[in-house]
């Protein structure tokens, strides 16, 4: 077994390079902590100050939940664990080759700086919680990265490649203004590269920057590199074709600011728009900050206009742009060639010594811009585009500047410089609403605007009506105009990608949806990203504005091909999250699913981790299909999949989404005519509402369940609703009733010969004979339920049955019987005690404790049950374990 435990970035454990799940909280802290010190001693007293951020709870309190997260921790590590116990404290015991900080180090005093900078993937420990560790630990370590990046750059410096260094040392610069060694080495690169000018104006920055914020001079070896230079010559003057600037611009500092940091380099920029819709405002952005960069480039500044998507007009041919260009200095007629790599040639000369900007707007390709680059040090392309151009970014060192959606704030502003600010404020509602309806599209607002600015009499919220009665035209000419641009295959996924309702699809779902070769899938895919026709925002997986899908969504007629994709999209989720609920219910009847597709591939789990770290990721997609079905009169889809969720939803504590979901599948259900799916979605109904405390409607529900299942003769379903029925009597109070139903359930378990429903209706009677304080009967009932489990080897049901036996014990007084008891089921190996479990038992081994006057244990026992409670995100059962906490500690 290979083991790799990683700091330098997220805090990750793989075992044979597969992530072992490190629980959140402090036993993240923790890890993090004791790996920070590779194989040295930690005390208790140290680890408390870090987990608590210098205030603990009490000494005593937070030693014990520290041993708690300890053994927490070692659990969840399994035989990944490197948690040692010391005298006094713990340590990380690792092997130098098995951190990538101690890697980092032994690389680097090697002289490997950039084979050691390789293990950096982001900030140290950077999904950790915690503020001293950012103020203590972080800093020296990324004290030590800049040493070695520094010492990395020297060595590159040291064999001529300045030219290639400048992007990095701008970027490095900026990010360490008062690093002087920084700047030293970008003069150098900048000297390398022949750019001499820029190299005198990187020194001028950083003096003016040392003498604002410290009052000094630049140190020896900065003013050494100034006196081997000489000032720039002085440049004439050229045209100014740039367009105006919009009135309405609004926003975008953050983006204004990244362009400026760009230009420092002199490289070409791109700026592309994050979900990539036309009109999402490049060209304004582009055009507001070249007016104000203007005076950088006093030789002159270019526009073109490439049109690159207009749907009315061909792309702008690059020999045509070069022609108006050189016109613009004077070469004209005869002197340009007639060949457009000799026209592109003769741009770069005139361009070589001089500052120019050149703004190439609505660009189509990279084929369409090469020709149109400069190659003078002192000039800047600006770019914009629908498209990402990756090959200019490899090729020609262009900074990629992603323009996204308008953030509220800032639609706002484009808004009331349409319409002003007392309209504007006079409909803050219809404001919010036209924003949401616009998505943050600064074309779609402007739109909008437009519309209301052409009428003063027209309210904000009139116009949210009109709008959302109807499509935006032009906004669908936008998008029109990219998707003409696709192949056949990628134009069908666009469309298909419209039919889906969930946040986001991964690349197994979409797959399914599309119906072809996965790698062909991706690539469409990728074309759509590189388009920004959809988002990649996580690796494999992909989304889009809700316009462009309204858009994909409206050329769809009620055809088969549309009806067989979403057909393949709910089986994929259906026999996925079926195979999830297997793992999680190992006891479960299984569901008789439609035969599986050929061409649809469901997603496959090695253990219950897996599968619920996958309905996790899925959740809102699960929850939207569900509904898909419905909407579409997939009516078996529908209740299936709300059944095979059952599992996922019952174990995260989500009853309000499960009688949701319930509903949509009993109304698929009654549509359908199927008794057998009525019973199962009345009985899924009912067991929701129990959770919720909804005692009377669940107990409707439970008799209109029975009396579906008995119709039909479903044994399992019979005894299933019984069993469940019982319990919400029990709950309710009504011990007698829940009585008789348990020994109905029990008697049809028997006639069924299920082991495991056998023991589950036998442990559950227990527990209503416990609350009827029957304890022989009670003791009985636990006794068979054990037997049964024992003989037929149902581990899953160990938890629960032993955790029964002590809630015997303590009900009979029989305190130190039920601390051994709780102590057993606490013992058991994680995958056998689920946390649902965990937590109830730790309450009862709390209780326990409390009633034999050891308050101190039963604190501790709470105070462990929190740190569950707390890592789930239940904030409900965690403040009344607060509460409980406070109590015994008055």
């Known amino acids: 077994m290979n083991v790799e435990y990683r700091v330098l970035g997220p805090v990750e454990v793989l075992r044979d390079g597969v992530p072992v799940a490190v629980p959140a909280g402090r036993c993240r802290v923790l890890l993090a902590t004791l790996l920070l010190r590779p194989n040295r001693f930690v005390s208790v007293d140290e680890l408390v100050d870090r987990l608590w951020d210098g205030e603990p709870p009490t000494l005593d309190r937070a030693h014990k939940t520290l041993h708690m997260v300890v053994r927490r921790l070692r659990m969840a590590l399994g035989d990944a664990n490197c948690v040692r116990t010391a005298t006094g404290g713990y340590l990380a015991e690792v092997g130098e080759d098995a951190l990538d900080l101690t890697r980092f180090r032994r690389l680097a005093a090697e002289g490997e700086f950039a084979a050691a900078l390789a293990h950096w993937r982001g900030e140290v420990a950077s999904d950790v919680n915690s503020p001293h560790l950012r103020r203590e630990d972080v800093p020296p370590l990324v004290e030590e990265r800049l040493v070695v990046h520094g010492r990395r750059v020297d060595a590159d410096l040291a064999r001529g490649r300045g030219a290639g260094l400048v992007d990095e040392l701008t970027e490095l610069t900026a990010e360490h203004p008062l690093r002087e060694g920084f700047w030293a080495q970008l003069v150098q690169a900048l000297h390398q590269a022949g750019r001499t000018g820029e190299a005198l104006a990187a020194y001028e920055r950083i003096r003016d920057h040392l003498d604002d914020e410290l009052g000094v001079e630049p140190g020896q070896p900065l003013r050494d590199l100034h006196a081997r230079f000489l000032d720039p010559a002085s440049r004439e003057d050229v045209p100014r074709r740039l367009p105006a600037v919009d009135a309405h611009f609004a926003g975008r500092d953050a983006e204004l600011e990244r362009l400026t940091e760009a230009a420092t380099g002199g490289t070409a920029v791109v700026i592309t728009a994050i979900d990539g819709e036309g009109g999402i405002g490049k060209t304004a952005l582009a055009v507001r900050w070249a007016h104000s960069v203007a005076q950088r480039f006093p030789d002159g500044q270019l526009y073109a206009d490439l049109r690159g998507f207009d749907p009315s007009a061909d792309p702008a041919a690059p020999a045509d742009v070069l022609a108006s260009f050189l016109g613009a200095f004077g070469v004209s007629g005869g002197r340009v060639p007639a060949d457009l790599p000799e026209r592109a040639a003769l741009f770069r000369s005139v361009l070589a010594d001089r500052r120019v900007l050149v703004l190439l707007d609505n660009a189509r390709d990279v084929e369409q811009v090469r020709p149109l680059l400069p190659a003078g040090r002192g000039c800047l392309a600006v770019i914009t585009s629908r498209n990402r151009f990756t090959g200019l970014v490899v090729r020609e060192g262009a900074v990629p500047v992603t323009l996204g959606l308008l953030g509220d704030t800032d639609a706002v502003a484009l808004l009331t410089t349409h319409l002003g600010a007392a309209r504007v404020a006079a409909e803050p509602d219809a404001v919010a609403d036209l924003v949401a309806f616009c998505g943050g599209l600064p074309l779609a607002l402007a739109v909008a605007a437009s519309r209301a600015a052409g009428d003063p009499g027209l309210t904000l919220r009139a116009l949210v009506g009109e709008l959302a009665a109807g499509p935006m035209a032009h906004v669908e000419a936008v998008f029109a105009a990219s998707c003409g641009r696709l192949d056949p295959g990628t134009a069908r996924l666009f469309r298909l990608l419209g039919l889906t309702t969930g946040p986001d699809i991964s690349l197994d779902a979409a797959t399914a949806l599309d119906g072809r070769r996965r790698a062909e899938v991706r690539r469409s895919l990728q074309t759509l990203a590189r388009?920004?026709?959809?988002?990649?925002?996580?690796?494999?997986?992909?989304?889009?504005?809700?316009?462009?899908?309204?858009?994909?969504?409206?050329?769809?007629?009620?055809?088969?091909?549309?009806?067989?994709?979403?057909?393949?999209?709910?089986?994929?989720?259906?026999?996925?999250?079926?195979?999830?609920?297997?793992?999680?219910?190992?006891?479960?009847?299984?569901?008789?699913?439609?035969?599986?597709?050929?061409?649809?591939?469901?997603?496959?789990?090695?253990?219950?981790?897996?599968?619920?770290?996958?309905?996790?990721?899925?959740?809102?997609?699960?929850?939207?299909?569900?509904?898909?079905?419905?909407?579409?009169?997939?009516?078996?889809?529908?209740?299936?999949?709300?059944?095979?969720?059952?599992?996922?939803?019952?174990?995260?504590?989500?009853?309000?989404?499960?009688?949701?979901?319930?509903?949509?599948?009993?109304?698929?259900?009654?549509?359908?005519?199927?008794?057998?799916?009525?019973?199962?979605?009345?009985?899924?109904?009912?067991?929701?509402?129990?959770?919720?405390?909804?005692?009377?409607?669940?107990?409707?529900?439970?008799?209109?369940?029975?009396?579906?299942?008995?119709?039909?003769?479903?044994?399992?379903?019979?005894?299933?609703?019984?069993?469940?029925?019982?319990?919400?009597?029990?709950?309710?109070?009504?011990?007698?009733?829940?009585?008789?139903?348990?020994?109905?359930?029990?008697?049809?378990?028997?006639?069924?010969?299920?082991?495991?429903?056998?023991?589950?209706?036998?442990?559950?009677?227990?527990?209503?004979?416990?609350?009827?304080?029957?304890?022989?009967?009670?003791?009985?009932?636990?006794?068979?339920?054990?037997?049964?489990?024992?003989?037929?080897?149902?581990?899953?049901?160990?938890?629960?049955?032993?955790?029964?036996?002590?809630?015997?014990?303590?009900?009979?007084?029989?305190?130190?019987?039920?601390?051994?008891?709780?102590?057993?089921?606490?013992?058991?190996?994680?995958?056998?005690?689920?946390?649902?479990?965990?937590?109830?038992?730790?309450?009862?081994?709390?209780?326990?404790?409390?009633?034999?006057?050891?308050?101190?244990?039963?604190?501790?026992?709470?105070?462990?049950?929190?740190?569950?409670?707390?890592?789930?995100?239940?904030?409900?059962?965690?403040?009344?374990?607060?509460?409980?906490?406070?109590?015994?500690?008055?």
């Not at 029990?730 to 006639?751: C, F, M, N, P, T």
């Open 531 to 890: 388009m920004h026709l959809a988002t990649e925002h996580a690796p494999g997986r992909y989304s889009s504005h809700d316009l462009l899908r309204a858009y994909a969504r409206s050329s769809w007629d009620d055809d088969p091909e549309r009806l067989a994709a979403v057909r393949r999209l709910l089986e994929f989720y259906l026999h996925s999250v079926d195979g999830a609920d297997e793992l999680l219910r190992p006891s479960r009847l299984d569901v008789a699913l439609s035969p599986l597709p050929d061409e649809v591939r469901p997603v496959l789990f090695d253990d219950p981790a897996a599968a619920a770290a996958w309905c996790e990721t899925e959740h809102e997609n699960l929850l939207a299909v569900v509904r898909l079905a419905g909407d579409h009169g997939l009516h078996q889809h529908a209740w299936q999949l709300a059944t095979v969720m059952f599992g996922y939803l019952y174990l995260r504590g989500r009853p309000s989404e499960r009688i949701e979901l319930t509903h949509v599948a009993l109304a698929a259900a009654r549509a359908s005519g199927d008794r057998y799916a009525e019973g199962v979605t009345l009985h899924s109904l009912a067991n929701a509402l129990t959770a919720l405390g909804d005692f009377a409607a669940a107990d409707g529900h439970y008799a209109e369940a029975l009396r579906a299942r008995e119709e039909i003769g479903h044994l399992h379903g019979i005894a299933v609703t019984l069993d469940q029925w019982a319990i919400n009597h029990a709950l309710s109070g009504d011990l007698e009733r829940a009585r008789v139903l348990h020994e109905r359930a029990i008697a049809k378990r028997e006639e069924q010969g299920s082991p495991s429903g056998l023991a589950i209706a036998l442990n559950n009677y227990s527990m209503t004979l416990l609350a009827l304080e029957e304890f022989d009967a009670a003791l009985t009932a636990n006794d068979e339920a054990s037997a049964v489990v024992a003989k037929a080897g149902l581990t899953d049901l160990v938890a629960s049955t032993l955790d029964t036996r002590g809630l015997l014990h303590l009900e009979r007084g029989h305190l130190d019987e039920a601390v051994e008891v709780f102590g057993r089921v606490l013992a058991l190996p994680g995958d056998q005690l689920p946390d649902a479990i965990r937590t109830v038992t730790l309450e009862n081994l709390a209780d326990a404790h409390a009633r034999a006057g050891r308050a101190k244990d039963a604190v501790a026992a709470l105070e462990e049950a929190l740190l569950v409670r707390e890592e789930l995100g239940n904030e409900k059962a965690a403040e009344k374990l607060r509460a409980r906490i406070a109590e015994l500690e008055d």
